[in-house]
């Protein structure tokens, strides 16, 4: 088997209101069993999802946590705004669990690659949805439709460095269950169901250049992981509270 | 920027003792630059990590974590034997920092895809020194020092299903720092650290077919990563226990 993935040149700088799907589909020479990954700053910007630190007032509990934190008041009050629940308050980080589930640090909210010095970027207000509208987009104005992966990077418990992985998908199982499978001494394999969407997501960003802003990736060859259907989402990825052994 | 993956095709199943490097350095058509992602379980077997499970004489608090878990005691017993300390013991999950120090379930003790239905791999004993023999082994019989990867599957907190990750690596540095640069508004990049070797591991996985046994993945078009030294190997990935929210 193999895997093409190109970083998508020349896409302008995105702005609230602007049509990413067609803007894609102009530039990216899509074919059927594609999957487009997309950054999730470009989505985000596209819907409006920029905030100005200077027209946020803290609430309550946000002063008093930004003070242990060592964070802006501000932002940790866009963070909690974000947020279901605090998993963790501890050494400078704030790992919550987003309104969308996912549980990753400061929400997803981002200061960098935004126009104005004020500006922080908070996640899509549900990544699944916006894949799939996306996707619609690209059927529409290129006439195939590609999986669409929605990505950011999480950093992890017990390993350093951040990874991509997805938050949003459409088009995609984004678990592939081998279980069942027999391997080929014609033992059932173990264990094996395997987060492609997060793969697909961490295999795209091997491709971009974070300073020239390439928000876009194509990535060719798993015909076999894009379906028909627009499928369950990345939401499919999260763990159930009470088989999580981390929160 | 683009990337091309190929899983090599046509190697033999690997054994105890087996030249790991002249059997990849034969089939994979290597050039400078290239990253070779290597599955674990191959190099486990060259080096002979392999276990039979009848072998096995639990300890003392094997039994009774096998009882509480509703694993096999010769498992466990092999599980506690390849680690430094358990992280979490519970809801039939053992999680554990390996001698190695990587975090994950049993070890990465894992019995599927092995000859022999009482045999079981263990991880190799220090994956960084096996990617840099590899490494060596390639140089020699290919004549190019591509980077070496050694990939595993681990399950994460709070998401479903596996990604692979890098347990060694050779001729890469496997954190990509970004600080420090600035973005294309001239703006200083926030926390963007970047663990590639785990995305290449992850990205690799995507080209295999876990049925059909193709342990190693060539990955063009990354040389940018790719270092004359072998660098610091994989163990820079592990989050020191006093910077760790989660243990």
Redesign the interface.
């Known amino acids: 088997?193999?895997?093409?993935?190109?970083?998508i040149e020349g896409l302008p700088e995105v702005g609230r209101g602007d049509d990413l799907a067609s803007l894609i589909a102009e530039r990216a020479q899509l074919e059927d069993g594609d999957v487009v990954v997309i950054a999730q700053k470009a989505v985000s910007k596209a819907e409006g999802r920029v905030r100005s630190l200077s027209e946020v007032t803290p609430g309550e509990r946000a002063p008093e946590l930004a003070a242990e934190l060592g964070k802006d008041p501000a932002v940790v009050e866009l963070i909690l705004a974000e947020s279901r629940s605090v998993v963790?308050a501890?050494?400078g980080?704030l790992?919550v669990e987003t309104n969308s589930g996912w549980?990753c640090a400061n929400a997803g909210i981002?200061?960098?690659?935004?126009?104005g010095?004020d500006a922080v970027v908070l996640l899509p207000a549900d990544p699944d949805a916006s894949a799939r509208r996306i996707r619609g987009g690209l059927r529409k104005a290129a006439g195939v439709a590609p999986a669409v992966v929605i990505s950011d990077?999480f950093g992890?418990?017990?390993?350093?460095?951040?990874?991509?992985?997805a938050i949003g998908c459409a088009g995609l199982l984004?678990?592939?269950d081998?279980r069942g499978?027999?391997?080929?001494?014609g033992?059932?394999?173990?264990?094996?169901?395997?987060?492609?969407a997060?793969?697909?997501a961490?295999?795209a960003?091997?491709?971009?250049?974070?300073?020239?802003?390439?928000p876009v990736v194509r990535i060719r060859?798993?015909a076999q992981l894009v379906s028909e259907e627009d499928g369950p989402g990345a939401a499919?990825?999260?763990?159930p509270a009470g088989?999580?052994?981390?929160?």
Chains 1, 2 share one sequence.
């Open positions: 088997m193999a895997l093409e993935l190109s970083a963790r501890e050494q980080v790992i549980i981002d200061a960098s690659n935004v126009v010095a990077s992890r418990p017990w390993r350093l460095g951040q990874t991509d992985v984004p678990l592939h081998w499978r027999a391997d080929r001494d033992r059932a394999l173990a264990a094996t169901v395997i987060a492609v997060d793969q697909l961490a295999a960003d091997l491709t971009r250049d974070k300073t020239s802003g390439s060859g798993a499919a990825l999260q763990r088989e999580d052994l981390f929160r």
